[in-house]
């Protein structure tokens, strides 16, 4: 899952569709003509994923021509979908319920792989990417990216580009505000100070952004409230060993505490801005225009500013603002904390040309078309070696390199069926605090407890210390 923004191809871009088309020969596949003869279907978000509607249609082009120089006796059609990643995945759901609108390969988001896999729309792919086809994308990918689209033993996915999470900050505000530069909390309690700071030298401006509300559906979890989860003293959401999801501990607590002080203070983004269809992109655009201070952010918005015709230019980011890790609770070991997530390509169950999806996929994650999808998308690229290609690196600096750091500290969200539910629940709740930051924490712990039991029944759900 990644970002609404609807921004225009970086300066680089042409260039580097050019370098993939030249590396493509040999990345993927088992040879010219392995797919043999047919069809390949692929559903896709058009203008999601990528910066820009134009760089998303460029870089699709750029793999048909590819796809089509490698296997010209399969034919590639390609289904495009515009809105945001809960638009695709209805369309998709809707597509998938009869095996003649099933498309061969998907791309989605992370977070609804185990949806999908869990409904047996699925294809296992522990063959694929052990095989000769993989070679040079899947054993580059650390532990913790292939991961998070094995369930039960089974992948259902490979991943395509992920997202982590930092804390983006205007230098100029809070250099107005008399914080010392460069700023490096080590606590949640130094974050909501200086954010207070902020607002004191200029009421007017919102001193800090975390998603909040449930527009943007499970984004807003791997955004916003699930980096405060993994960084409080309890970070469990869904209980692997008990198989209940988590309504309440001091985890889910301090988490909601700190929305509740953020907005009681007034700190917080309003809800016109929270709860806005398109609030996930706007960020980059408020810290340049010097209406937002700080910002839970993520490793895409150095992107959009070094995009000369984006909606956000911004050259003199590299200098204006400042990143550092999101800290723990209280500082306690490792010190940082950030969720993992993604979007990534899966085959269906229903496909007629399972070896046909498969050599797709290989194509699309070949070493060059990763660093294409990464510098066009704003993604930390899935295989460490092309996260470390000077073209990434220096693409954004220093951001880039900064958040590759934050990296090591990503926790993927959990990849299980009914992740959207509670991704659902939990937001609404800290949707509630933002409309009222005087609501009964208990009364709203209640409510997280209900909305996910209400669906997934009263045994599903557990209180944690």
């Not at 002080?261 to 709860?275: C, E, N, V």
């Not at 398109?278 to 952010?297: F, N, R, S």
Request: charged content about 10%; hydrophobic content about 40%.
């Amino acid at each position: 899952m990644k970002h609404f923004k609807r921004f225009a191809v970086p300066a680089v871009g042409a260039a580097l569709l050019v370098t993939t088309a030249a590396c493509s020969g040999s990345p993927a596949g088992s040879g010219s003509g392995s797919s043999g003869s047919g069809t390949v279907t692929v559903l896709y978000s058009n203008n999601y994923v990528f910066n820009s509607d134009a760089l998303a249609t460029q870089w699709w082009k750029g793999i048909a021509k590819q796809w089509k120089a490698k296997y010209p006796h399969t034919k590639l059609v390609l289904q495009g979908t515009g809105g945001t990643d809960i638009d695709l995945m209805n369309k998709a759901a809707i597509l998938f319920r009869s095996p003649s609108t099933t498309p061969d390969v998907i791309q989605l988001p992370t977070t609804y792989v185990a949806q999908f896999a869990g409904s047996s729309y699925l294809e296992p792919l522990n063959s694929f990417v052990h095989s000769s086809k993989a070679a040079s994308f899947w054993p580059t990918m650390p532990a913790g990216v292939q991961n998070m689209s094995t369930i039960d033993g089974n992948v259902y996915s490979v991943n395509a580009g992920n997202n982590n999470t930092g804390l983006l900050y205007n230098k100029a505000m809070l250099t107005r505000a008399g914080v010392k530069m460069p700023w490096k909390p080590t606590n949640w309690q130094q974050i909501l100070q200086v954010a207070a700071k902020v607002k004191a030298a200029d009421p007017g401006v919102w001193p800090l952004w975390v998603a909040a509300g449930v527009a943007a559906g499970p984004t807003n979890v791997l955004q916003g409230s699930g980096n405060l989860i993994f960084g409080s003293s309890n970070t469990t959401m869904f209980d692997t060993k008990t198989k209940k999801w988590v309504v309440d501990s001091s985890g889910i607590r301090a988490t909601l505490e700190f929305y509740q002080k953020m907005f009681k203070q007034g700190l917080g983004a309003p809800t016109s801005q929270l709860f806005r269809a398109d609030a996930v992109g706007q960020p980059p655009l408020l810290l340049k225009q010097g209406k937002l201070a700080i910002a839970i952010g993520s490793n895409w918005y150095p992107s959009v500013w070094a995009s000369p015709k984006s909606a956000a230019p911004w050259a003199a980011a590299k200098t204006a603002v400042g990143s550092a890790p999101f800290p723990t609770q209280n500082g306690q070991t490792p010190g940082a904390a950030s969720t993992l997530g993604g979007w990534a390509y899966a085959v269906s169950k229903a496909s007629k040309n399972v070896q046909g999806a498969e050599d797709f996929i290989a194509l699309a994650s070949s070493p060059a078309n990763q660093l294409t999808t990464a510098v066009w998308s704003g993604f930390v690229p899935p295989s460490t070696p092309v996260g470390e290609k000077p073209l990434f690196i220096n693409f954004a600096p220093p951001f880039q390199a900064d958040f590759n750091t934050y990296a090591k500290y990503g926790v993927a969200l959990p990849n299980n069926v009914n992740f959207p539910v509670y991704a659902r629940a939990l937001n609404t709740v800290t949707g509630d605090f933002a409309q009222n930051p005087n609501a009964s924490m208990s009364a709203e712990l209640a409510r997280l407890s209900s909305l996910v039991s209400q669906q997934l029944g009263s045994g599903s759900v557990e209180t944690l210390p």
